[in-house]
């Protein structure tokens, strides 16, 4: 059971290029995110999505955009990446089904860095 | 979604028993307590989750007061191994939007 798979591991982008962050998880999951976390602070919520064809803002949507297709994939993209965009970033899925249960899985990460 | 409160970093020593409080003054009635584990260049490791009293696994405790307006994790016999960073969350319990603040960094020295 592979979990929560994020690709590449590491990427390095130069100012105003784009690029797609990708995320797939093999547990049938309806809840999926992204985070990204600058070094020595805690996790930003990017974006979210509840189902397929369902997505949401979080704390820090600015240039970044999401689709969710399947309910196996949430792919992040960065549309013009930019230094303040430096950071690793974080996909993570839960079962939505019963409160209380909604224990949240996380990837291995992605590291990005923008010149 | 409540906020939390918990302290920046603790030190401890391989065999003692480490307890972090985090506070959520503005807890919702329908909001679970869930504790997660981060290590260096890897994702967050849930933990436990409690509702009310007292949570217990093969991991921690989680003790939550009545009022569930603060609550404790307990790692108990720490190793170096437990060097990390530790977050409270309080939520719906579904994980949706789910929002991690600073954490706790706890030091293990042998």
């Known amino acids: 059971n592979a979990g929560v798979t994020q690709t590449p ?3 390095v982008l130069k100012t105003g290029q784009s690029m797609t962050l990708q995320c797939a998880q093999d547990m049938n999951h309806e809840y999926m995110s992204w985070y990204r976390q600058d070094p020595g602070m805690g996790l930003r919520l990017i974006h979210y999505s509840v189902g397929a064809g369902i997505t949401d803002q979080g704390e820090v949507p600015n240039g970044y ?10 792919p992040l993209r960065l549309l013009s990446a930019a230094p303040s965009q430096t950071s690793v970033y974080f996909c993570a899925s839960s079962f939505s089904g019963t409160s209380g249960t909604g224990e ?12 | ?41 890897q994702g967050p490791r849930f933990i436990i989750q409690g509702y009310k009293t007292k949570v217990t696994n093969e991991v921690a405790s989680l003790f939550i007061p009545a009022d ?34 600073a954490g706790t960094r706890l030091f293990v020295k042998a």
């Open chain 1, 9 to 11: 591991k590491f990427q």
């Open chain 1, 65 to 74: 955009n999401v689709s969710r297709s399947t309910t196996e994939d949430f």
């Open chain 1, 104 to 115: 949240l899985f996380f990837g291995e990460g992605s590291r990005l860095t923008v010149l």
């Open chain 2, 1 to 41: 979604l409540a906020k939390t409160t918990q302290p920046i970093s603790m030190d401890s020593y391989e065999g003692q028993e480490v307890n972090i409080t985090c506070s959520h003054n503005n807890i919702a009635t329908n909001d679970y307590i869930t504790w997660y584990q981060q290590f260096p260049s």
């Open chain 2, 68 to 101: 569930r307006k603060s609550s404790t994790l307990s790692l108990p016999r720490v190793s170096l191994s437990d060097t990390a960073v530790y977050y409270c969350l309080v939520g719906d319990g579904r994980g949706f939007k789910t929002i991690f603040g």
